[in-house]
């Protein structure tokens, strides 16, 4: 028999993709996808299953379809999309949910994977300049989004140590450019001047769209356990990033953040406060983890960046054509 797979946040970007993904695997039977929301891609043999944003309903789901497998894609790291209570909602009191679930006696999940980020190591002037997974933050999380992603972190373990009978894997994903995505970054790199704090151009470092996907699939193939992180070879100054793009930097203060912040806000563009430190001091995560397990990354940093902007300038293009 295959695999009966749940997957959370259906109807958001990642999670869309990998049902898509395991759709294509002649090793799944089932794939139960979760959400407040239908999916707009189309999907096959997936089957929706409405939900709050906290997952309440979500032992109900794990008894009567027998998943074996859960996929948590759905992790909120950007902070402008929701509201602090949201966020605490879906992060924390979602996958508290989602381990109390797949703990139940009923429960037959054997495999969980867990969709995290490298905001987890924070953005600092003391920072080292890789992040292996063992490395310690620099300094206490300055803000609500890398609170809630420790604190889901912290459940991920304690489910692991109390389940030794259940593969549990926690992927960290660096910052995510592709032809497709939209974040923080990839709405700041389409505006005609890009923001920058000024005396700074940090190095930066991506992964691939694609290759997310690809690691998900990669460690739920090999049912490989423990904790990883997920990025492109490779750092690049964020002046370079711009200048990829077609684009030049715009240089803010690099004091009153949230002064600037709301302004820029209020004219459509979002800056989250762990963007700004990312865009101070930059941020790198040590891949080697994760290759030294067999998986190969499609690109590096660089070719991340490259297929972003070439799927802009085609945009733009377009845009211009109509």
Known sequence: MGRRVLVTGLASFWGGRVAQALEASPDVDAIVGLDTREPSLELERTEYMHSDASYSNLSRIVRTSQVDTIVHTFLVVDSTQVSGRELHEINVIGTMNLFAAASQPESRVSDVVVKSSTLVYGSTYQDPVWFAEDTPRSSSPRHRVERSLIEVEAYVRDYALDHPDVTVTTLRFSNVLGPDIVTPISRALELPLVPAVFGFDPRMQFVHEDDVVRAIMFVLDRRLAGLYNVAGDGLLPWSEVAANCGRRLAPLP????????????????????????????????????????????????????????????????????G
């Open 254 to 321: 690099p004091f009153g953040h949230r002064l600037y912040a709301g302004a820029l806000a209020r004219l459509g563009i979002d800056m989250p406060p762990e963007l700004i430190d990312l865009l101070t001091y930059g941020r790198g995560a040590d891949n080697r983890r994760l290759k030294r397990a067999g998986f190969e990354y499609g690109t590096t940093s660089v070719g991340a960046v490259r297929a972003f902007a070439g799927a802009s300038r085609l945009r733009r293009s377009l845009g211009r054509a």
